[in-house]
Structure formats: C-alpha cells, structure tokens
C-alpha cells in the first residue's frame, strides 16, 4: 500500500497557480528526490507535504490517514532546512532533543536517543556547543541530527547541500545515502543539482512549472526521458539536441522534430580518417583529466559536446567527422515529446 | 591597531557643536536643578544667580502640600502596567505581521504608525466622552488603558522589527518538531527576541512615565501621575519658579535614573532592525 500519497494537490500565490495538480506515490523506506530548475515548484511541494504552506487543493495521506489541513507539528515528519534553522540560543544537544521534549519523552530516553544519533553523525564531542561555534558542515550534521533522533514517518530535505563547498558537499552526500541505507526511512529530497538527484534517489521526480514532468529510477530517467525537458536536465554535460534536418541520415525522426545524443553517444574522428559521419571542425577542448570534452560545429550549424574517455589528440579548429550512434539517438516531436524510434 | 584621530580643523568644528548642541539641551534641566534648591527669591533674582546657599525647603513644601507619593504611586502603576499591557498585545501583533504577511500587512503598520501623527487633541472629545461613559475617568485603569493604546503602534513597529531579523526557518523548524503555537513562541521566539522586547519595554515605560497629555485630561486627585502633580503647582498658584522646579525634579528623577541605568538597551532598541 501506497504510504504517502498526494492527490491532485494544488497551490496558488494569489492568481498565480504554482502547484498545479500533482499526482504522486511514495513507498515506505523509498528515497524519492524532487529535482527541477529554481520556480518549478519543487520546494513549495515539499512545504506543502510539511505543512508550512496550506494546501489549496487535493488530498494528501500518509500511512492511510488525511493529513492534507493537518498543522505540522501533528504530521511527525521531520525537516532538513537548506539553512539548518538550528536554534541559535540552544546548544547542540539542546537543538537535537528539542522534539523529543516536546513529545515529553523519559529525559533518560532523550539522553540515549541523542548521543546514538550523535555517535552516527560524529558530533559526540560538540553536544554542549552552540551553533555559532560550530562549522557549516557540523551544523549540517546538527540539522540532520534534529531530525534523525525522531524517527519520523518521513524525512524531509530542503536542498540541504547548497551551502556547503564542493568537497563538503560530495561527503556529506554520502554520507545521507550511508545514512538511509541504515535507517531506511522514507525520504523526500529537493535539490535543483541533478547529480545529486541521480547519485541519491531510487526515485526521481522531474518538476517544471509546477508539473511533473516524469517520474522514474535514475537511468530510466537517464535512458528513456519523457521529453526532451527531462533529457536535456537529466546528465551532465547535458544531452545534445539538434534538428533533425542537420543528420538527415538517421532514421525515426519525426518531421520538424529534433534527434537527443548524449555526450557520450558522439564519436569524433579526424577528418583524414573520417568514415561517413557529419563533416564539423572543433570549437574547444576542455580535458579534465578523467575525461575530454570537446565542443563541434557541423558545417550545417548544429552545436554538439562529446564526451570521450581517452585524452584526445585533437585541437581548436581541427576538421572533424562526427558519428552518431543511430541506436543510441534519442527522437523527439516538434513540441519536445519523445517519439519512439521506426 | 588603534590611532588617536589626528587633529584636523573639521574635527575641532564638529568637537565644539556637539558641545555647543549639548550644553543647549542640558541648559533647562541643569537650570531646573540649580531652581529647586533655590528660595523663590533666588528663583526669580536678576540677574539670575549662579552660586548660592542650596536648601531643601521647597522639597518639604512640596511634599507637605500635596502627596508626592500618591503620585509617585499613580505613575508607577500607571506605567507599569499599560507597559505589560501593551507588549502582551504588540508581541502577537508583530508576530503574525513578521511572519504570517498578507497582502495587506504593510498598509495596516502604516495606518498604525499614522495614528501617532494625528495631534492627540483631535481624539480628547470621544475618550473623553468614552472614558467619562465608562466611568474610567480620573482611574488608573482608564489611564491604562489610554497610555497602552497610545503606546501600542509604536511597540507594534519596534517587535516587528526586530522579529524580522529572525529567520522564519527556525520558527517553521519548531513547528516540525511538533511544537505548538505557545511552544513556539515561548520556547523559540521568546529567548531570540528577548532584547528587542525588553528595549521596546523600556521605550514604553519612559513614555507613559512622560505622557502628560492626557494624564492631565482625564485624571486629577485620585489617579493623577506626577505630570498632574506638577502640572498644578503651576497655573493656579501663580508662578512659584522654585517650587515647581522641586516638584518637576521629584517626578523626573525616577525615570531619569531609571534611563540612565538602561540607555544601552534603549538605544539598541532604537536602532534594532536598522543593522543587520
């Protein structure tokens, strides 16, 4: 059985209908990630889920009962904000028992439960800190640590990573996988980071304009995109998609359609070996080590990126020929759709 | 590392107004002091005097014609409680304005703040019209309740303020953690807003301390304030300059020294929400 469920939910700013009838599925102890570019809706849904925004239409249920006009504090769900919202005038161990007193759990109970928790998130030795004494990344593990001590039906994450460096940012997400691996709750997690979305869900939510655009595992979002919105927001570099009268040679693409390649699906070969394939010349190359990008122009003016994984002999301004891998080429209708191949 | 400011004649100038501007606002309180300790006809000598035998008879006069206690009383209760009064009714005000905005909420604090620009004599008829309808005239309560909704929009703006400098996330985090609205605001708001609260307190104390408008309006033997008291030592008996200095100074003095102690948070107060 479904364990949260939202129903046609709906929210509107004024005139403005920013949540526009969302139909969504979650399974107990699923990770489920909410991605999509800044105004898609995606943190407003999961205010909504919270409770801190009122919902304006449908239903939302959660372990079969209706919690759609519920206050917050009677959801028992526990939230991870992008800003930690620590509470400044408490220390750590204060911050992270404060449910739980609330909840007039034995203080006994509370001792126990908190230095677990504390234990798991290595901060045993900042408890009688306050906040301000600690760094973002401690703070971060204080956020989450408010939240695990609860034990919650649902875990809930406000982009919780976009204030930490890069190499922060890549641990602690890490360690929130560890994390749920071991506790198996359910999650929802925003992020308008796809890499996030894709390392961490088992499910990913794609939003835009306050729909979904599609809903699947990782690599079926990454394999098979509803459209080419989601291709295009699913992987990084992003997918390459050009007309379809710039490769007439491929087959399946529909009339003022468009064909999808990933990166990876481009292969580039000097002009002097060039066995058919699109005539282009090089625009940049950008060797990162692990893998080389390099940017061409075909002679009709279709911009491509491909991604290969040796160090590449080529340089700006070399004539190239571009083969595409015609199995692997994603087709799209002229209004974005994906259209199987023929 | 510190330096001493070097002397520059742009510095001598602004050195010498700030005296200047000083000595101009101190004059009348520092002349009413000298006054008190004076005889009537010290007081009232030309030219004035500047040394003279201090004595304290005006202060035994004072207190042996009319209650000073009484009055005292009257001031103290007076604004103690249009005080608590008040922030018990700004402080939830300002919350659902700080952080439930609607669409209309920024009209509402303007309209507030409006209030206090209309000139307090347009309102006497209907209060005091009301206040003697009610029978609140010439009773604390009635006092009370004039000096709190007086007050009010200025603790209204000074909480909302500073509640604007607390970021609605921790109070959304209380609520997740399953806190009621009462625990949120005290377990929450309350310890994050205490200065702003105790400074917009103060404020409000010195002003109903001070208010004579309508202390002199609406009360006279019984609930008078220390404004009234003063107040009659001047018109009706003429002007007795150095007793109406003693009198002025024992109501002033406790909230002088009262302000004194407290200046910082009053300032602070004042500025709260200015910088971030």
């Given amino acids: 059985m479904a364990y949260l469920q939202l129903q046609g939910i709906e929210k509107f700013f004024g005139e403005h209908r920013a949540i526009k009838g969302i139909d969504l599925t979650i399974e107990q102890g699923e990770f489920v990630v909410f991605v999509g570019p800044s105004g898609c809706g995606k943190s407003t849904l999961l205010r909504l889920i919270a409770g801190l925004e009122r919902i304006d239409g449908g239903k939302l249920l959660l372990d079969g009962r209706d919690i759609t006009h519920l206050p917050s504090s009677q959801r028992d769900l526990a939230m991870v904000f992008q800003s930690y919202a620590l509470y400044p005038h408490m220390s750590v161990y204060e911050n992270m028992s404060f449910a739980l007193k609330l909840a007039g759990v034995d203080p006994k109970v509370i001792r126990e439960k908190v230095e677990r928790a504390a234990k798991i998130l290595n901060l045993t030795s900042y408890l009688e800190r306050t906040p301000k004494a600690l760094s973002g990344g401690q703070r971060q593990r204080v956020a989450i640590g408010r939240a695990i001590v609860r034990a919650p039906k649902v875990f809930l994450f406000d982009e919780p990573l976009s204030n930490l460096d890069a190499a922060l940012r890549g641990q602690t997400r890490v360690e929130i996988a560890k994390l749920h691996r071991d506790l198996g709750a359910t ?25 979904i655009e599609q809903v699947g595992s990782p690599l079926e979002l990454y394999d098979k995109p509803a459209n080419q919105f989601v291709a295009q927001f699913i992987g990084s570099p992003q997918m390459n998609v050009i007309e379809g009268k710039h490769v007439p040679g ?93 | 590392m510190s330096r001493a400011p070097t002397f520059t004649p742009a ?47 005006n202060f035994r006069e004072v207190q042996e014609r009319s209650d000073y206690l009484l009055y005292a009383r009257n001031s103290f209760v007076t604004s103690v409680a249009s005080t608590l009064l008040g922030l018990a009714l700004a402080a939830p005000a300002a919350y659902s304005m700080a952080f439930f905005k609607g669409p209309h909420t920024k009209d509402v604090l303007m309209w507030m703040l409006s209030t206090k620009m209309m000139p307090a004599v347009g309102a006497l008829m209907p209060i005091y019209v009301l206040a003697q309808k009610s029978a609140l005239l010439d009773t604390q309560l009635g006092l009370v309740i004039v000096f709190t909704l007086s007050n009010l929009p200025i603790m209204v703006w000074m909480l909302y303020s500073g509640y604007k400098d607390i970021p609605p996330e921790i109070l959304e985090a209380a609520r997740m953690d399953g806190a009621t609205l009462w625990q949120e605001f005290r377990q929450v708001l309350l310890p994050l807003s ?66 004194w102690f407290s200046q910082k948070q009053l300032v602070q107060g004042l500025t709260f929400g200015a910088v971030k």
């Avoid at chain 1, 940017?295 to 002999?313: I, N, P, W």
Wanted: charge should be negative; hydrophobic fraction near 50%; aromatic fraction near 8%.
């Fill in chain 1, 187 to 211: 999650t929802i997690y925003v992020t308008h980071d796809q890499v996030e979305a894709m390392t961490l869900a088992d499910r990913i939510v794609v939003l835009r304009d306050g729909v």
């Fill in chain 1, 250 to 342: 491929v087959p399946g693409v529909p009339a003022g359609g468009f064909l999808g390649l990933r990166p990876e699906d481009v292969t580039l070969q000097p002009a002097a070996q060039a066995t058919g394939g699109l005539p282009g010349t090089v625009e940049l190359v950008e060797s990162l080590g692990a893998e080389t990008l390099i940017y061409v122009t075909t002679d009709s003016g279709a911009q491509l990126v491909s991604r290969q994984a040796t160090r590449s002999s080529l340089h700006n301004g070399d004539r190239v020929g571009i083969v595409i891998e015609a199995a692997n080429a994603h087709r799209f209708d002229a209004q974005g759709r994906a259209a199987r191949a023929v």
């Fill in chain 2, 11 to 57: 510095l001598a100038v602004r050195t010498v107004a700030a005296w200047l501007v000083t000595l101009i606002l101190f004059f009348p309180l520092g002349w009413l002091v000298l006054t008190a300790f004076k005889t009537e006809l010290q007081a009232i000598s030309v030219p004035p005097l500047l040394f003279f035998e201090p004595t304290l008879e």
């Fill in chain 2, 194 to 259: 205490l200065g702003g609260l105790a400074s917009t307190g103060l404020l409000c104390l010195v002003l109903s301390w001070n208010e004579a408008f309508w202390s002199l309006t609406l009360s006279a033997a019984k609930a008078g304030t220390l404004a009234a008291l003063i107040a009659s030592y001047s018109s009706p008996e003429g002007l007795f300059w150095a007793k109406l200095s003693a009198a002025s100074l024992m109501a002033i003095a406790p909230i002088v020294v009262f302000g």
